[in-house]
């Protein structure tokens, strides 16, 4: 038996008429002053020299005009094969020197398809060149590396995407990329593009080996930070062999009887602290541990008929090489580290970092380092113009100051963007454009 709806719905548009009639719109007026200082910073020559392209008749475009419009599309939130397409077509980004003009998706498949994993490597070799030349920047002589994995979910079909490491869905297939941080100035400095079966620290020595190797020799020591699962001999090894420093912290699964073995002492009603020396199963000697207990709870236990109350603690160990701190300071500086977890998620989320998913997997590594490049050229722009854009996450900068719609106007010799003369943050825009000129015209 049918049962009708009998209940009446109301709509009441409102009186305001739409129209398709306004030519030339832009929903990144921002752009173009984005694309000013990406070419000063010589990532669109640097394609260029990296992926030359001979022109022939069934070729519009070049491999490195692809790449360029894949890293603006990142920058502006552009996180599907499909959209790329339509972000090329914008009267803005179709304008902008050396980017293709209405490029299809088919044609920025091929292009990547043909790279493969030849190209995959090369495009690697040349960022991992390019971000430690911009690292040497900073002008120090120690600086700090924060390493860490992400998981990517998939869906489908896809080359490598296999059941791993997913916190956030169990059992799922996806990818496992490793990456590494330079802490003082958040740039990416080194990634690679994995398998979801691959543990945390798989393939760890010859990552920071690829990774201190390309460091320039203004830099001479590093200190590394990671989480417990980079707790590995053979790291420590290389990294004492090159007179680094380290601060790894220890899974409690085989530690926890040892720790509570250890004489603690009390820093306050809560905390309390231990040192220890110990060397596990196949290392060549003993290291340095630093533990901390922190009383969680009191929980109610009886024993003989009468009620007691029994302590329950947290622990947190870690091992470290670094000399003169204690543990509750060595607790300190490895809770720094959890700086690198935002670092990610602005890179996944900002930056569109493993979201745009083929089932090539040699084109997905290729998409995620151009994600990466998009994230680093993202956070030279803010560090250039001003500390409060540098505060803030890329989503909240590219909201205020890309993504803002406005009308392209072509003249004889000149094109302008007209932005709407009610901006909110028009004033802010005005000093990052000049900030970003000046820096530019040096």
């Given at each position: 038996m049918q049962v009708k709806n009998t209940k009446k719905m109301s709509f009441v548009t409102t009186k305001v008429k739409k129209e398709f009639t306004s030519g030339q719109l832009t929903s990144y007026s921002g752009l173009s002053v984005i694309s000013d200082f990406i070419k000063h910073i010589g990532i669109y020559d640097s394609l260029n020299e990296w992926f030359p392209t001979v022109r022939h008749n069934a070729s519009l475009f070049s491999t490195a005009q692809v790449l360029s419009s894949i890293v603006l599309s990142n920058l502006c939130g552009v996180h599907r094969m499909s959209r790329m397409e339509n972000f090329t077509h914008d009267p803005l980004v179709s304008r902008l020197p050396g980017l293709p003009k209405n490029i299809d998706e088919d044609t920025i498949r091929g292009h990547l398809s043909l790279m493969g994993e030849r190209g995959a490597g090369h495009l690697h070799a040349s960022l991992l060149k390019f971000n430690s030349a911009e690292a040497s920047r900073c002008g120090l002589s120690q600086i700090t590396l924060d390493c860490d994995s992400t998981g990517l979910t998939t869906y489908g079909n896809r080359q490598g995407a296999e059941a791993g490491y997913n916190p956030h869905k169990k059992g799922a297939k996806g990818y496992h990329p490793l990456l590494c941080f330079l802490s003082e100035s958040k740039l990416l400095l080194n990634s690679w593009f994995r398998p979801g079966s691959a543990y945390t620290s798989n393939g760890i020595l010859d990552f920071m080996n690829e990774t201190l190797s390309a460091l320039?020799?203004?830099?001479?020591?590093?200190?590394?930070?990671?989480?417990?699962?980079?707790?590995?001999?053979?790291?420590?090894?290389?990294?004492?062999?090159?007179?680094?420093?380290y601060l790894v912290k220890v899974k409690l699964k085989n530690l926890k009887d040892l720790l509570q073995k250890q004489s603690w002492e009390k820093v306050d009603a809560k905390t309390a602290t231990c040192k220890f020396t110990h060397r596990c199963g196949n290392w060549q000697k003993g290291r340095a541990f630093y533990g901390v207990r922190i009383l969680k709870e009191y929980v109610q236990k009886e024993f003989f008929g009468e009620m007691e109350l029994i302590p329950v603690y947290d622990y947190f160990c870690y091992c470290s090489n670094l000399k003169g701190l204690d543990a509750i300071k060595i607790h300190r500086l490895y809770g720094e580290r959890s700086e690198s977890e935002n670092w990610i998620e602005q890179a996944k989320n900002g930056l569109c970092a493993g979201r745009t998913i083929t089932r090539d997997f040699w084109v997905n590594d290729i998409l995620w380092q151009l994600s990466q490049l998009a994230y680093n050229i993202s956070i030279m722009i803010r560090y250039v113009t001003d500390f409060w854009a540098w505060r803030q996450e890329h989503t909240t900068f590219r909201r205020w100051f890309i993504c803002i719609p406005g009308k392209v106007v072509k003249s004889a010799r000149r094109i302008t963007v007209k932005m709407p003369k009610e901006y909110y943050w028009k004033q802010k825009w005005r000093d990052f454009e000049q900030q970003l000129a000046c820096k530019i015209a040096v």
């Open positions: 320039p020799e203004a830099i001479k020591r590093v200190f590394f930070r990671a989480d417990s699962g980079f707790f590995n001999g053979d790291l420590f090894d290389l990294l004492e062999k090159g007179g680094h420093s």
